[in-house]
């Protein structure tokens, strides 16, 4: 049977949006069809057409489509995001040439939406560096902010969403914008165990490397064409220095193609390395006197930073490096906490080599640059002497690589 999927008109009731679909063939199994698919604003968009209601469905179901060759079909479509699937398409290819893209795609009615406002601009917000950094950048353009819950914090983590909710208002009220939160089943209607499998060649997994950027980005086109934006920005996870080193969802070639509703999307700080980001940031704060917690840990439940993990500890890093104080930024690490901190860096499983080179290097040569090391709590002055080099090589573990290979040569001369 031919792998293809049928959605019905989405039921737009008040503020959320609710999908009903049918799947045929061998990719059913890469749905979940006890979990529906829906999605809750915090505003009403019950006004808002179809053609633009079936958007945050598509953007979460057209890269599957096209590594399992399937076909989708939608009652209705947006003109705008109907003739960006190719170049969108062509980034995915472009990215994963080992990957076979193919699928099609129907859509029954194509209607041109009109936009007569298209002024102003939203931004994605999760309160990490990314985030702010796009913020501060554009502020002038006062964007709304837009937070999903069901991307990074889980629907039953009641209070880290609260925390999270919280960060936004707090935000929102300090720079005095408008904001809209955005729960959304995307993660939970998909099968990630199947999904990895079949992408497996191409050496990354379904949701940091075909999900994440475009299966967001969807949730914005119901609110900002009502509200009558042009320009959503969504802040870049990585830098064109890295471009061929890491893919990522979340990439130039596919999120700057998409189009809805005359709405235009940009991926934002492409430009900028996460040092770049930091500098930018706490000289922000430092001019201005607003203070900027920043939400980076994904390991902690809860909605805050753990100080204990590789992210929060690399930023950190790059705080201090800029000669701030870590603490006025979200980060209330203990001397507990920083002795240790060591065994998270020499650890090679923590560190691999692009990001030593091109995160930890940046961070410990503006370190050098700008603070003299005396000024540092003495036990973090071990990053700023070290030979960076040796991030993720630890003695211990240089040790039991030796006994390793020890023991591979005696059972060989024992054979």
Not at 73 to 78: A, F, K, L, R
Not at 306 to 318: D, Y
Request: charged share 25%; hydrophobic share 35%; proline share 5%.
């Amino acid at each position: 049977m031919k792998n293809r999927i049928i959605l019905d008109s989405p039921l737009i009731e008040g503020n959320r949006i609710t999908y009903s679909y049918h799947a045929e063939g061998e990719w059913q199994k890469v749905f979940r069809p006890e979990q529906p698919f829906f999605v809750e604003y915090s505003a009403d968009i019950s006004e808002i057409p179809e053609s633009i209601a079936v958007i945050p469905f598509l953007c979460n179901t057209l890269p599957i489509s096209w590594v399992w060759n399937a076909e989708i079909q939608v009652p209705s479509c947006d003109w705008d995001f109907y003739h960006c699937i190719e170049a969108v398409k062509q980034g995915y290819k472009d990215m994963y040439p080992s990957v076979r893209f193919a699928g099609t795609f129907t859509a029954y009615n194509i209607i041109k939406n009109e936009n007569p406002r298209n002024k102003g601009a939203a931004a994605f917000f999760s309160g990490g560096v990314d985030a702010f950094h796009t913020l501060v950048e554009h502020l002038e353009e006062k964007p709304v902010l837009l937070t999903v819950w069901g991307a990074d914090i889980k629907f039953e983590d009641e209070t880290g969403w609260q925390k999270v909710f919280h960060h936004l208002e707090k935000t929102a009220e300090e720079f005095q914008l408008d904001y809209v939160t955005i729960k959304s089943s995307f993660r939970l209607f998909l099968n990630d165990d199947e999904l990895n499998k079949k992408v497996v060649e191409s050496g990354d997994g379904w949701w940091h490397g075909f999900q994440h950027g475009i299966g967001i980005i969807g949730h914005a086109a119901p609110i900002t064409c009502l509200m009558g934006k042009s320009t959503v920005y969504f802040a870049s996870s990585f830098t064109s220095k890295e471009k061929g080193i890491i893919t990522c969802a979340s990439d130039p070639t596919i999120d700057n193609h998409l189009r809805f509703c005359q709405v235009k999307v940009v991926h934002d700080g492409y430009e900028f390395d996460r040092q770049d980001k930091v500098h930018n940031i706490t000289s922000f704060s430092g001019k201005t006197g607003i203070a900027i917690p920043l939400r980076v840990c994904w390991q902690s439940d809860g909605g805050e930073n753990c100080c204990e993990c590789e992210k929060c500890w690399r930023t950190i890093l790059e705080i201090t490096a800029e000669g701030a104080d870590a603490k006025e930024y979200g980060f209330p690490y203990t001397k507990k906490q920083l002795r240790k901190f060591p065994k998270i860096y020499y650890d090679k499983r923590n560190i691999p080599p692009y990001r030593r080179d091109s995160v930890y290097k940046r961070a410990q040569d503006t370190m050098r640059q700008k603070i003299e090391v005396t000024v540092l709590p003495k036990e973090l002055q071990w990053f700023y002497k070290m030979d960076i080099k040796k991030l993720g090589y630890h003695p211990i573990y240089q040790f039991l690589a030796g006994c390793k290979r020890k023991i591979k040569t005696i059972i060989n001369i024992n054979k």
